[in-house]
C-alpha cells in the first residue's frame, strides 16, 4: 500500500485553512503518515525607495509576526485536527515569494504529499497551485474552498500508462479502507478523424467500441496486478474536445466527490503532459478534490 509518511500542508490564514487541516487529517490516518508539516508563506514586505527609513520607526521594535501566526495556526490545528492521531506536528512561518519557498518546503525535506487549497477567487494563489504541481517532487492533493472530503466515488482517468496503474492503485487504498468507496476507471477516446475540422463532429466510432475499449482496460488492470471486480470501468467520447473538460463533466455525471489522476515527472515532455492534461484539469476542477500522484524515480 501506498505510504504518504511525510505530509507538507500549505496554509493562507483564511478560512480555508480548516478544510486543508481536515484533509491532512483525512490522509494522515488513511496512509499512517509519520509527521505532518503546516506552512505559511509571509509575502515579502517591500516599501517604496525612500520611503523606508521614513516609516521605520512606526512598526514595534518588539512584535514578532511570525509567533503571532504560529500560535493562530496552532489554535486551528488544534481546533480541526483529531487528537487521537499520533505522529509529529511542525509549524514553519516563512516569509518570501510563496512559489518558491513552498516549492523548497516541499522537496526539501522530501514531502510525499502537499495539500494545497483551491478557491474559486483566488487571486495569486491559482498561480502557485500551479506552479506546485509542477515542480514539487511527491503527490499534491488539490483541496475546493467548499468541497466534501468523503472520497466515497472517486473518478480515475486511465491513458494506460504506469501512472494510471500507480493512481488506481491508491484509490484502491481508500477502497480497503472503506469497502463502500466506488471506484470508476474512464478512458476518454480522442480519435478525431479528418472530418472533425471540417464540421466540428466526431465521425462514427466502429460498432461495439466501448465494449472492445474496456475489454482493453480490464486487461490493462489486471496486468497491473489490480482487482478488476472491485473497479468498474467505463470509456466515453471526447464529445467536448478537451480531455480535461471531459472528466470533470464525467465527475458530476457519475457523482463522483473526488478525483485521482496520474502525472508524470519533469521532463521536457513530461511538462507539456501535464500541462495539457492533469494541470488543466485542476484549473477546471472547482467542486472536487483532486489528487496528482506521481511515479517514485520518474520524477
Known amino acids: 500500500m501506498t505510504h504518504f509518511k511525510n505530509i507538507l500542508v500549505a496554509l493562507d490564514l483564511t478560512k480555508m485553512d480548516k478544510q486543508l487541516?481536515?484533509?491532512?487529517?483525512?490522509?494522515a490516518r488513511q496512509f499512517r503518515a509519520s509527521s505532518?508539516?503546516?506552512?505559511h508563506v509571509i509575502p515579502s514586505f517591500v516599501l517604496p525607495d525612500g520611503v523606508d527609513m521614513a516609516l521605520k520607526d512606526i512598526f514595534s521594535p518588539s512584535y514578532q509576526i511570525d509567533l503571532s501566526i504560529e500560535k493562530e495556526i496552532r489554535e486551528e490545528i488544534k481546533a480541526n485536527f483529531d487528537k487521537t492521531i499520533k505522529l509529529d506536528k511542525h509549524i514553519e512561518v516563512k516569509?518570501?515569494?510563496?512559489?518558491?519557498?513552498?516549492?523548497?518546503?516541499?522537496?526539501?525535506?522530501?514531502?510525499?504529499?502537499?495539500?494545497?487549497?483551491?478557491k474559486k477567487i483566488s487571486g495569486?494563489?491559482?498561480?502557485t497551485a500551479k506552479s506546485l504541481a509542477r515542480k514539487v517532487k511527491g503527490?499534491?492533493?488539490?483541496?475546493?474552498?467548499?468541497?466534501?472530503?468523503?472520497?466515497?466515488?472517486?473518478?480515475?482517468?486511465?491513458?494506460?500508462?504506469?501512472?494510471?496503474?500507480?493512481?488506481?492503485s491508491l484509490a484502491l487504498a481508500f477502497q480497503k479502507s472503506n469497502p463502500s468507496t466506488t471506484i470508476?476507471?474512464?478512458?476518454?477516446?480522442?480519435?478525431?478523424?479528418?472530418a472533425l475540422y471540417l464540421t466540428g463532429q466526431y465521425g462514427l466510432l466502429a460498432?461495439?467500441?466501448?465494449?472492445k475499449v474496456i475489454g482493453v482496460m480490464q486487461h490493462f488492470i489486471q496486468q497491473a496486478g489490480l482487482k478488476t471486480e472491485n473497479?468498474?470501468?467505463?470509456?466515453?467520447?471526447?464529445?467536448?474536445?478537451?480531455?480535461?473538460?471531459?472528466?470533470?463533466?464525467h465527475a458530476k455525471k457519475i457523482g463522483a466527490d473526488a478525483i485521482i489522476m496520474g502525472a508524470r515527472g519533469h521532463s521536457g515532455l513530461d511538462d507539456i503532459f501535464l500541462g495539457s492534461v492533469t494541470e488543466k484539469l485542476v484549473a477546471l476542477e472547482e467542486d472536487l478534490p483532486v489528487l496528482i500522484v506521481r511515479i517514485e524515480g520518474n520524477l
Open 207 to 211: 460498432p461495439g467500441w466501448k465494449k
Open 21 to 27: 487541516i481536515k484533509a491532512s487529517e483525512i490522509m
Open 36 to 39: 505532518i508539516r503546516f506552512v
Open 95 to 118: 516569509e518570501g515569494p510563496t512559489a518558491t519557498l513552498l516549492e523548497q518546503a516541499s522537496n526539501t525535506p522530501y514531502a510525499d504529499l502537499v495539500i494545497v487549497g483551491r
Open 231 to 249: 473497479i468498474q470501468v467505463d470509456s466515453i467520447k471526447n464529445d467536448n474536445f478537451n480531455i480535461s473538460a471531459q472528466i470533470a463533466e
Open 124 to 127: 495569486h494563489s491559482g498561480s
Open 184 to 194: 470508476t476507471a474512464v478512458h476518454v477516446i480522442d480519435y478525431p478523424p479528418n
Open 139 to 168: 503527490a499534491v492533493l488539490f483541496v475546493p474552498e467548499n468541497s466534501g472530503l468523503g472520497f466515497n466515488h472517486i473518478l480515475v482517468p486511465v491513458d494506460f500508462s504506469i501512472y494510471s496503474q500507480k493512481a488506481l
